[in-house]
């Protein structure tokens, strides 16, 4: 079993910035394939960014140049760094968790949504 736990979230202007962080508990940490997914109400959920074993990062294009994703192997934690955020970036935005030791397979589950464990999200609220 894998907890998930996420924080970080708030309410920020126009072109502000947020640090959400998630922190992944349980065996094989070094396995994991870790991402951001975000969802507003009535929609369905889109991923952000998505990052594995090796700790290269991917994002989507929305997040492209303004969000950063890294890993801390030692914490267990990945922290995403959100920039320039604009109102549509307003969302809940939830950490998930998948084992996998590929990095492709790792985007590929990313692409699909198919992650096993799933934080309970954390709100961002971006004002125009």
């Known amino acids: 079993q894998v907890h998930v736990v996420e924080s970080g979230g708030g309410s920020v202007e126009s072109g502000g910035s947020l640090r959400l962080s998630c922190e992944a508990s349980g065996p094989g940490y070094l396995t994991y394939c870790l991402g951001w997914f975000r969802q507003d109400p009535d929609q369905e959920r889109v991923g952000a960014a998505v990052?594995?074993?090796?700790?290269?990062?991917i994002y989507a294009d929305s997040a492209k140049g303004r969000f950063t994703l890294s890993r801390d192997y030692v914490k267990n934690t990945i922290i995403l760094e959100m920039t320039g955020l604009k109102p549509e970036d307003t969302a809940k935005y939830y950490c998930?968790?998948?084992?996998?030791?590929?990095?492709?397979?790792?985007?590929?589950?990313?692409?699909?949504?198919?992650?096993?464990?799933w934080g309970q999200g954390t709100q961002v609220t971006v004002s125009s």
């Open positions: 998930a968790v998948t084992r996998t030791s590929a990095h492709d397979v790792c985007y590929n589950y990313f692409l699909k949504k198919d992650f096993d464990y």
């Open positions: 990052i594995g074993r090796q700790g290269t990062p």
